[in-house]
């Protein structure tokens, strides 16, 4: 199986406000994990990619919880520019494939 | 400005038309990838190359034809396409494939591709 869920958006948050986003995936075996973010009519540019004792950069922070297969967001103080599409990327080579990406997920931050 | 350089931005062609996409990168990266992304949807992978080698088809029609030429190329060859194939067309690139830390992908900006 070659699945990454995501939550559904939109969401729509104020500035300053603190947003998470889950995703889950399918193949015990992955390996590697990230978050994308695509503006309107843009390519995916990498986020930050997911360790597995969590990771922070800036107001963002993403976790993995391998026990329960799903990967995390956290998005602090939000600002007007965070609005975008935030894709959840597994990489399912053990299910021979390659990089798979979730649905994604809308955030509109709103002032 | 992005390290993976694709051509044509735009492209419109016609059901017998044969046309190609192209993808350059010169980051030294050892796979190369296609994805094809519809309107609000996410992109989706047609074919990954590593090392020059088609590693991966992830059941494309035959109308979509990779290849390959060297270490710093990917084309996408286009024929006899239907209106539903109209999509954005990304390429990118990986330091390599399967090992954690060396798979992030680059991509280029796309090529918008409309089918009449």
């Known amino acids: 199986r070659k699945e990454v869920e995501q939550d559904p958006g939109p969401f729509n948050v104020p500035e300053g406000a603190t947003v998470a986003f889950n995703c889950t995936y399918s193949?015990?075996?992955?390996?590697?994990f990230f978050w994308y973010r695509q503006d309107c009519r843009k390519e995916p540019k990498l986020l930050m990619s997911?360790?597995?004792s969590g990771n922070e950069d800036g107001r963002f922070t993403a976790q993995l919880n391998r026990a329960s297969q799903y990967i995390s967001l956290l998005i602090r103080d939000s600002k007007l520019s965070d609005s975008a599409t935030y894709l959840c990327v597994v990489n399912m080579e053990q299910a021979g494939t390659a990089l798979i990406f979730g649905k994604g997920t809308t955030l509109s931050v709103s002032s | 400005d992005t390290e993976v350089t694709q051509t044509p931005k735009h492209l419109v062609m016609g059901m017998t038309n044969k046309k190609s996409l192209k993808c350059e990168q010169h980051?030294?990266?050892?796979?190369m990838y296609w994805y094809k992304q519809k309107a609000k949807k996410p992109p989706e992978l047609m074919f990954v190359y590593s090392y020059e080698k088609l590693s991966i088809n992830e059941s494309v029609p035959s109308r979509f034809s990779p290849e390959c030429p060297n270490s710093s190329l990917l084309n996408l060859h286009l024929h006899a396409l239907q209106p539903e194939d109209s999509a954005l067309y990304l390429c990118a690139s990986s330091q390599d494939r399967g090992i954690s830390g060396a798979n992030v992908l680059t991509f280029g900006a796309g090529s918008r591709l409309t089918v009449l």
């Open positions: 980051m030294g990266h050892r796979a």
């Open positions: 997911v360790y597995s």
């Open positions: 193949n015990s075996a992955s390996q590697s």
